[in-house]
């Protein structure tokens, strides 16, 4: 992520076909509260999976 964000102007982070992040990676970053790119990523990342994890339970009372 360290060349990512060294390198891209924009970057758009995508979960399941979704766009979930757009944006400068220092912005997206201070967003998530991260300090860098691959700290917001990873919380999201983190975030995608509690989401799915929850889903799945409730298919399933």
């Keep these: 992520m360290r060349d990512v ?3 891209c102007e924009r970057v758009i982070l995508l979960a399941h076909g979704r766009v979930v992040a757009t ?5 997206i970053a ?3 509260g991260a300090n860098d790119l ?3 990523f990873l919380e999201l990342a ?4 509690r989401e799915a994890v929850h889903a799945q ?4 009372p």
């Design 5 to 7: 964000e060294r390198v």
């Design 23 to 27: 944006g400068r990676p220092d912005e």
């Design 57 to 60: 339970q409730s298919d399933h």
């Design 38 to 40: 691959e700290a917001a």
């Design 30 to 32: 201070a967003h998530y």
């Design 46 to 49: 983190q975030r995608q999976r």
